[in-house]
């Protein structure tokens, strides 16, 4: 099993996650034209796609979920909320609420519910039977029922959006600091650390921090958070990040 990232952050997201033939897309915030070209830097043609999966509404998830369905055909799954929240319906194959667990070739993915201003927004758990990988970005808050679907994680992917202190000397106007901060907004360093604490990492293959503010955080802020929170090596920490993304990653 193996993971990438096609990019992070709030220009656009893009994660892909494959076993054998299957290869799985969970969101597509990039044109379609920006998607083929991230998918071809990784070896991957969209034609080999077996399913899309959407996280929630926002368009740094979703932009270009419906052209890329189309064009190739590809049978996408949403929450029911995610789709009424969408501005340009798609076609969706099929709906997955919290708990929910879909089969796709070779991996099995879980549904969580997450707490963050869309309409039903979901991250995923996706396995293929041994091995476990985590996604979690978009939430701005956790509780111990969240934290129990993640348990015994190969690997994960956590939002590490902003920091505490950037956010509040910024420039954002009062409502989006509030927004951003807010239980229902995003992870900001301390918490995503503490969250990775509880849920425990010494079994963790990779731990990738994703989704990182181009305004309110920096890339050895948040590895420095993750450093002195865990205790961990800082050259074993990983970041997404916007432009690049994160090329393949084996999990054994
Ligand atoms: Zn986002
Ligand atoms: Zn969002």
Known sequence: MRF???????????????????????????SLRETERRLALLGVSATQLSAVLVTHEH????????LLARRYNTPVYMSQGTLRGL???????????????????????????????????LQYVISDGSRRFGMLTDLGSYDANLLAR????DALLIEANHCRDLLARGHYPRFLKL????????????QAAS??????????????????SSKNNLPHLARQCFVDTLGCDPDWLQVANQDQGLDWRHIA
């Open 87 to 121: 501005r340009k319906p798609v076609e969706v194959a099929g709906f997955l609420g919290c708990g929910d667990v879909l089969q796709v070739g070779d991996l099995q993915v879980s549904a969580a519910r997450v707490e963050h201003d869309a309409y039903e927004p």
């Open 195 to 212: 969250l990775v604490a509880e849920l425990g990492w010494q079994r963790l293959q990779h731990l990738v921090l994703a989704h990182l």
């Open 150 to 153: 993640y348990q015994d994680l």
């Open 179 to 190: 927004r951003v901060g807010g239980s229902q907004g995003h992870l900001n360093n301390h």
């Open 59 to 66: 368009a740094d998830h979703v932009h270009g979920v419906g």
């Open 4 to 30: 990438a990232v096609l990019g992070s952050g709030s220009q656009g997201n893009g994660t892909l996650i494959a076993s054998g033939d299957t290869y799985i897309l969970v969101d597509c915030g990039f």
